[in-house]
């Protein structure tokens, strides 16, 4: 059998045959991840997704993209306290009433401790009580974190692998591959669904790039939600003047993604500002069908959500029907 038959039948990528997607014709590439991702979702459908910066900055860790980290000076406002339960309910409320199906709470902590996720947990209590979707992203998750997020309803936990083992040790230093490795275990084990993908643009070669996508694919199962994001450049971190990747690149990132992960939701996430109208039609053509709804992520600009409504009208795209 063809070895490209045979990954897909065990579900077991190597590097060497995502490499062969990267290199195939750009045409014949979003051509066959356009065909995949028909046979396993509605075509003209996406999934929206808003976020909210929940604990901002002041972050131990020191992740090298990341304005949020107290190892680089980013001018980020000195607020590091954690938000109020109104505070959130009022941004979650908004964020439905725009039309947005799931609701996304961002916290720079390494990990929480017990009495910040008691906090955590009523929010997302609070937010679930409206009828999102909701997920958080708080870090590494310690013995019975994820149990204690799941009675509380959690929909998702988002945790990004970022890039390829071969390459981490390059942007993080504070926490290992394999401490992530953990984390996505005990989310998925607690019954939580998983959100996790990672970011091009760190400076990574396009192996590296394989290599993120090959170790999404191989988890057990493949993360329900894979966010791709598209480093936004932020002065003051060590990778403010890395050259943007190439925009053919990045596309074809999301067609390799959606054809070795056929039934994830996959998400155009950060860096989306710098990204022309025709550039998102084509990630879009190539298998995204999520995106980040909202006129902030968590510290940086979205495109503004009117503009968002206008580009997916202008496409026929419609929000995705909760299932
Ligand atoms: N502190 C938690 C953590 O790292 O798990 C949660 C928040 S952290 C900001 C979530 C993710 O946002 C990171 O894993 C990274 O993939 C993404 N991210 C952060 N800064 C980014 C940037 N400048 N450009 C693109 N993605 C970024
Ligand atoms: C993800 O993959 N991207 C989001 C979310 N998960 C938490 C965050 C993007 C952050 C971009 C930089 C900022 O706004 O601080
Ligand atoms: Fe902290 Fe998360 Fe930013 Fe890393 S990505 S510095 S852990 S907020």
Known sequence: MEAMAVERETGFWTVTTVLRLYEMPFLDL????????????????????????IKTGACTEDCAYCP???????????DQRLAKLQEVV?????AR???AQRFCMGAAWRSPTERQLDDVIEMVRAVKA????????????KDGQAERLKEAGLDYYNHNLDTSPEFYGNIITTRTYQDRLDTLDAVRDAGIKVCCGGIVGLGESRRERAGLLVQLANLKPYPESVPINNLVRVEGTPLADVP????????????????IMPAAVLRLSAGRTEMSDSMQALCFMAGA???FYGDELLTTANP???????????LGMRPAVLS
Do not use: W
């Open 90 to 94: 009022e941004e979650a409320r908004a």
């Open 30 to 53: 979003v051509h066959r991840a356009q065909e995949v991702h028909r046979a396993h979702h509605s075509p003209n459908e996406v999934q929206l997704s808003t976020l909210m910066s």
């Open 130 to 141: 409206l009828g999102m979707e909701t997920c958080v992203t708080l870090g590494m998750l």
């Open 68 to 78: 949020q980290s107290k190892h680089h000076d980013t001018q980020l406002a000195d």
């Open 289 to 291: 069908n999520s995106i």
């Open 304 to 314: 503004q959500q009117a503009k968002d409504k206008h580009l997916l009208e202008r």
């Open 244 to 259: 943007a990747v190439d925009e053919f690149e990045f596309v074809r990132t999301i067609a390799v993604a959606r054809i």
């Open 97 to 99: 009433d725009q039309g």
